[in-house]
């Protein structure tokens, strides 16, 4: 939370990787360093919000000039963009993966370039390369060479997971929205609600689960077609604010789910602390989530490239990770109110266009 309280947000989160590159020129100095931000889609709200806060924290640094590219969800697409940042001949890479397995012999080919790589949100491990798991001294290694910064998707997932095993009603029936198969975060992130809620609320019925890939749109279509089938859903499990909020909108005008006089008869948890996801919680219809908090990470990454690519630490140095406070009823307006000043929040209480 302590750095989204001290920034503006400033760029529209949809605008920020709208277009294909985009670059953010640092003032003239001695030495400029190119370096890109490989994200993995525009259309991911925490993927726009973090590239537009990478172009700002970037502004910060005279000796930095940002390029930022979208991998737009495809790993084909990101692919091309790694390979790219190769042939560009980058002083520096961050990517954002899609599918970890899928881009770390990417990433590997960038540091056999001698181009240092940073990986975010999430981290490339070397298990992602060498296809080897079941250790969590293997599985939680970053892959050689690289740095991350990052937030543990564990500690995220286990903010809603802790609630929901008070909150959620006795032989509940309830649906979860997984983020992209082969994402770190995604995957762990649903294996923190087995350990801190579905391993101590056996009486819970999964009712159905399947795969949104962080995307509102998939969520909505999603849970639109669970709520035919008839059984009342006593709450959404969302890997993400995205997905929660689509599956919200998708039952937004069914009585069942939000009475005439506003009641609200289901819970719903997410992950991102977002704009939207705050807005919803004010509402009464997102019970919970936890902040992660891209002003921070986006800082983090940039101060460390830049100590970096002026000698002062070696990238396999760069190992930091960003905290995952609660927001939930009682401190939501607070939020809100950090939106409505970085203007992520209209003045009227709706999401900035």
């Given at each position: 939370?302590?750095?989204?309280?001290?920034?503006?947000?400033?760029?529209t989160?949809a605008?920020?990787?709208?277009?294909?590159?985009?670059?953010?020129?640092?003032?003239?100095?001695?030495?400029?360093?190119?370096?890109?931000?490989v994200?993995?889609?525009?259309?991911?709200t925490?993927?726009?919000?973090?590239?537009?806060?990478?172009?700002?924290?970037?502004?910060?640094?005279?000796?930095?000039e940002?390029?930022c590219?979208?991998?737009?969800?495809?790993?084909?697409?990101?692919?091309?963009?790694?390979e790219?940042?190769?042939?560009?001949?980058?002083?520096?890479?961050?990517?954002?993966?899609?599918?970890?397995?899928?881009?770390?012999?990417?990433?590997?080919k960038?540091?056999?370039?001698g181009?240092p790589?940073?990986?975010?949100?999430?981290?490339?491990?070397q298990?992602d390369l060498?296809?080897?798991?079941?250790?969590?001294?293997?599985?939680n290694?970053?892959?050689?060479?690289?740095?991350?910064?990052?937030a543990?998707?564990?500690e995220?997932?286990?903010?809603?997971?802790?609630r929901?095993v008070e909150?959620?009603?006795?032989?509940?029936?309830?649906?979860?929205?997984?983020?992209?198969?082969g994402n770190y975060?995604?995957?762990?992130?649903?294996?923190?609600?087995?350990?801190?809620?579905?391993s101590?609320?056996?009486?819970?019925?999964?009712?159905?689960?399947d795969?949104?890939?962080?995307?509102?749109d998939?969520a909505?279509?999603l849970?639109?077609?669970?709520?035919?089938?008839?059984?009342?859903i006593?709450?959404?499990?969302?890997?993400n604010?995205?997905?929660?909020?689509?599956?919200?909108?998708?039952?937004?005008?069914?009585?069942d789910?939000?009475?005439?006089?506003?009641?609200?008869?289901?819970l719903?948890?997410?992950?991102?602390?977002?704009?939207?996801?705050?807005?919803?919680?004010?509402?009464?219809?997102?019970t919970?989530?936890?902040?992660q908090?891209?002003?921070?990470?986006a800082?983090l990454?940039?101060?460390?490239a830049?100590?970096?690519?002026?000698g002062?630490m070696?990238?396999?140095?760069?190992?930091d990770?960003?905290d995952?406070?609660e927001?939930?009823?009682?401190n939501?307006e607070?939020?809100?109110?950090i939106?409505?000043?970085?203007?992520?929040i209209?003045?009227?209480?709706?999401?900035?266009?």
């Amino acid at each position: 939370m302590k750095n989204i309280m001290k920034k503006a947000l400033a760029v529209t989160m949809a605008a920020a990787v709208a277009a294909s590159p985009m670059m953010a020129f640092a003032e003239e100095s001695d030495t400029t360093y190119r370096v890109c931000f490989v994200a993995r889609a525009s259309a991911d709200t925490f993927a726009a919000w973090l590239t537009s806060e990478m172009q700002e924290a970037a502004a910060e640094y005279d000796d930095i000039e940002l390029t930022c590219v979208s991998g737009e969800a495809d790993d084909n697409e990101m692919a091309s963009q790694l390979e790219n940042c190769i042939t560009m001949e980058y002083d520096l890479v961050i990517v954002q993966s899609n599918d970890n397995a899928a881009q770390a012999p990417y990433v590997q080919k960038l540091v056999d370039a001698g181009i240092p790589v940073i990986t975010t949100n999430p981290t490339t491990h070397q298990s992602d390369l060498d296809g080897v798991t079941g250790d969590d001294e293997v599985d939680n290694a970053v892959l050689a060479g690289t740095g991350t910064v990052d937030a543990d998707p564990v500690e995220q997932a286990s903010v809603g997971a802790l609630r929901a095993v008070e909150e959620i009603p006795e032989n509940a029936n309830v649906v979860v929205l997984l983020g992209p198969s082969g994402n770190y975060h995604a995957e762990k992130r649903r294996e923190a609600w087995d350990t801190y809620f579905f391993s101590e609320r056996d009486d819970v019925t999964i009712l159905y689960e399947d795969y949104a890939n962080w995307n509102s749109d998939e969520a909505m279509t999603l849970m639109e077609t669970w709520v035919q089938g008839g059984t009342h859903i006593d709450a959404i499990i969302s890997m993400n604010d995205n997905m929660a909020a689509g599956a919200i909108e998708a039952i937004r005008n069914n009585t069942d789910y939000i009475a005439e006089d506003g009641t609200v008869n289901f819970l719903a948890y997410g992950v991102d602390g977002t704009a939207q996801g705050c807005l919803l919680i004010q509402e009464g219809l997102l019970t919970a989530t936890a902040l992660q908090d891209a002003s921070e990470i986006a800082q983090l990454n940039m101060e460390y490239a830049e100590k970096v690519l002026n000698g002062e630490m070696d990238v396999t140095e760069v190992n930091d990770y960003v905290d995952a406070p609660e927001i939930n009823a009682d401190n939501v307006e607070e939020y809100i109110e950090i939106y409505v000043a970085n203007g992520e929040i209209s003045a009227d209480g709706t999401l900035s266009e």
